[in-house]
């Protein structure tokens, strides 16, 4: 256990501060955060050069330092010992709270791990901004990041997160916002939903309604921006009292409809078959290959 006192012997000490930056509205950096820059003796920046762009914004003349997702490690260890060395270490990542789907946890990991003294700034951070003009609930929420890049992950990241209550968070990009939003409406069913892009600037813009309708939006409309997608929790009574899709089907149908309908191999839909049925995969083997040839 480490008691930590954040701001006893404060100038006599190492301290790793983390410090939101603006996700797009300058206006939204706080006093604190600039005087914090201005007096660390080094920034840590996951991009130096569009950090060094908000430091001549507000001028800022703290050497700026190169920490991100390739060299956390190396950079890592330096950082901190400098902080032990007695130096002030902002981080800062390219938009946001820092650690937060970007560098920086392991960093404040290593820091506590060192006894090191790890103090958060408050300040804009997507998210949280996204789901309080969403119009779905704010409570309880569970903030997940970016889902997996690869479709059979995504759906299985999903499939873990339908029976959840509470309101779900997702990053995404633009060049996947389409097959994401198939994903989850395919894993989650026609839920309410909020997709919000360019959050704090000029075109700011929310997309608020059922999926299907949301998907209908995504293929007429250009995507452009980062989005934040806030998605309905699950209505578990109403999942109890629904029957399943495939309840009608035979055992082979519902393979062959994982194989026909949702391009699956073979393998995965006799998978796919067995969970949904809470069956062992080999039973289900054996009436496909076996009993059905």
Avoid at 237 to 245: D, L, M, N, T
């Amino acid at each position: 256990m480490w008691q930590q006192k954040s701001f006893e012997n404060e100038e006599h000490k190492g301290i790793l501060y983390l410090v939101p930056t603006p996700i797009g509205n300058l206006e939204d950096m706080s006093y604190r955060a600039i005087r914090i820059l201005k007096e660390a003796d080094l920034i840590a920046a996951e991009d130096t050069r569009n950090t060094k762009k908000l430091c001549n914004y507000f001028e800022i003349e703290t050497p700026i330092v190169s920490y991100h997702e390739h060299n956390k490690e190396t950079s890592g260890e330096k950082l901190i010992h400098k902080v032990k060395q007695g130096l002030k270490v902002a981080l800062v990542s390219d938009a946001g709270m820092p650690a937060i789907s970007d560098p920086g946890y392991e960093l404040v990991m290593e820091a506590i791990s060192e006894k090191v003294t790890v103090v958060p700034l408050p300040g804009a951070n997507a998210a949280l901004t996204a789901l309080i003009a969403s119009g779905i609930s704010c409570q309880p929420f569970y903030f997940y990041g970016f889902l997996n890049r690869s479709k059979k992950d995504k759906r299985a990241e999903l499939d873990s997160l339908k029976k959840q209550s509470a309101t779900l968070i997702f990053y995404e990009s633009p060049h996947r916002l389409k097959e994401t939003l198939s994903i989850m409406l395919e894993v989650l069913g026609n839920r309410n939903i909020a997709i919000c892009r360019e959050l704090t600037k000029r075109y700011e813009e929310f997309i608020r309604g059922p999926l299907e309708e949301v998907i209908e939006w995504a293929h007429q409309d250009e995507i452009r921006g980062e989005f934040c997608i806030i998605v309905e929790g699950s209505d578990l009574r109403q999942e109890e009292e629904e029957p399943s899709w495939w309840q009608h089907l035979s055992l082979e149908e519902h393979v062959n409809h994982y194989i026909s309908v949702k391009s699956m191999p073979s393998k995965e839909a006799i998978k796919q078959t067995a969970k949904d049925r809470s069956l062992n995969k080999r039973e289900v083997y054996q009436v496909y290959h076996v009993d059905g040839n």
